[in-house]
């Protein structure tokens, strides 16, 4: 049986939630942004569109193309209550879901046809089952043989909109259809496409498998089977999904920042956070990477692989230095990030060495306290000009320079 997959992609999604629950931002051009003074737009309602308002955008941009636009802080918990509740009105009409992002999701209803007559029957009922729950919320929907031509279906009309792709119909419509509006093939990709004189999708169906691949290596055979709209991967429901790939936390700064120091400060903060969450979550990893966004909007990632398996923020912000000492800063820097992959689930070994012993209690104690008190409440000594905070560890493994008060052997003797 030919499978029948759905994409459905919440327009304008956290700007529509926060008019739902406001009924004063109606009709209103509206940005939601984050909540420090260098945040970007993360999504503008339509209203804000029609100014060219776009996501990504600095709120001083928004402001100067339409000056009356209404800043909404975003509201992280309200956007996933509403995905959680919209994913049960999708899971009437198959129990196949995968949750690709907050706002979208992939179904394959290829078993749920016989109880709902046709695909286009079921996105229709989807569609006033949001209305009728959530009012004001509207969402696009593609439905196509595949993940990727039901991606591509669902951005052919918004708002609101409803596209079904047959089979029968994908080589004509792939033909002169340009090759970036394919899901997974950006910008950059494309420019280089475009080199070997490859801009259509039909012309990229009948590239060389060989002069691709020696170009793109082995992605150059997929991009092929792209260019001709075959894709084969499953639509995985939720409980099927695979252990976290990475875990990671990056912060766009208050001001563009040169010197090191205050870089390197930055990256041990969200090594602690990044550190913190794998603990919580049960993961180590061997895998660090470094995120840095220019005052220009360039960003480029970097990363380093070691022999054993980390979760402390300190032997992560280790790793991360020695990334971020081989790179040659050209510009500014006004986003940094910081994430680990290559994990591995529940790898916990009592280290052998009494000074790794005292470490890891010392790790562990200040993740309690934190719990308990907050964010920070206890930090590196490397904050403490940031954050003036009092509660300040700095064992004897401290990055050097540092200059703080050491409670790393008192902890240790009371534990």
């Known amino acids: 049986m030919k499978r029948i997959i759905m994409h459905i992609d919440m327009n304008a999604f956290f700007a529509s939630v926060e008019q739902q629950m406001n009924p004063s931002l109606r009709g209103k051009p509206i940005a939601v942004i984050g909540s420090n003074e260098r945040t970007v737009v993360t999504t503008s309602s339509y209203e804000a569109r029609a100014y060219g308002v776009k996501t990504g955008m600095t709120k001083y941009e928004a402001k100067r193309l339409c000056p009356h636009i209404m800043l909404v802080a975003g509201n992280t918990s309200r956007y996933t209550d509403t995905c959680r509740r919209l994913v049960k009105i999708y899971s009437r009409y198959t129990p196949i879901v ?3 992002s907050v ?31 959530f009012g004001r919320l509207t969402c696009s ?7 990727l031509l039901a ?29 970036q509006e394919l899901w997974g ?23 060389s498998v060989q002069r691709l691949k020696h170009k793109f290596g082995i992605i150059g055979e997929r991009l092929i089977l792209m260019g001709q709209g075959i894709d084969d991967s499953p639509v995985i429901p939720m409980e099927k999904e695979s252990d ?54 360039s960003t480029f990632t970097r990363r380093k692989t070691i022999g054993i398996h980390i979760n402390d ?39 052998l060495f009494p000074a790794e012993r005292a470490k890891q209690q010392v790790v562990y104690a200040m993740d309690e306290i934190n719990n308990r008190y907050g964010e920070f409440s206890i930090t590196w000594g490397t904050l403490m000009n940031r954050y003036h905070h009092k509660g300040v560890i700095s064992p004897a493994w401290r990055p050097k320079g540092v200059k703080c008060i050491n409670l790393a052997n008192q902890m240790g003797k009371k534990m």
Do not use: W
């Open 185 to 207: 093939i950006g910008s950059k990709l494309a420019e280089h496409l475009a080199s070997l004189g490859i801009n259509t999708c039909g012309e990229l169906g009948r590239a």
């Open 244 to 297: 976290a790939k990475s875990v990671g936390h990056s912060m766009t700064l208050e001001e563009d920042i040169s010197d090191r120091e205050d870089i390197e400060r930055y990256v041990l903060q969200l090594s602690e956070m990044v550190g913190r969450r794998l603990r919580k979550e049960g993961y180590s990893g061997r895998t660090v990477s470094l995120t840095l966004r220019y005052s220009d909007f």
């Open 103 to 133: 706002d979208e999701v992939f179904l394959d209803v290829t078993g749920s046809i016989p109880l709902f007559a046709d695909a286009e029957t079921i996105a229709k009922k989807i569609k006033q089952d949001i209305r009728k729950y």
């Open 151 to 179: 991606k591509l279906a669902s951005d052919m009309k918004k708002p609101d909109g409803l596209v079904v792709i047959h089979e029968k119909d994908v080589r004509s419509l792939l033909e002169n259809l340009p090759v």
């Open 313 to 351: 923020g300190i032997n992560i912000y280790f790793v991360a230095l020695d990334v971020l000492n081989a790179i040659k800063l050209c510009h500014p820097v006004r986003l940094i990030g910081v994430s680990v992959s290559n994990l591995h689930k529940n790898h916990f070994q009592t280290p």
């Open 141 to 147: 929907i593609g439905i196509a043989p595949s993940k």
């Open 98 to 100: 995968e949750v690709y």
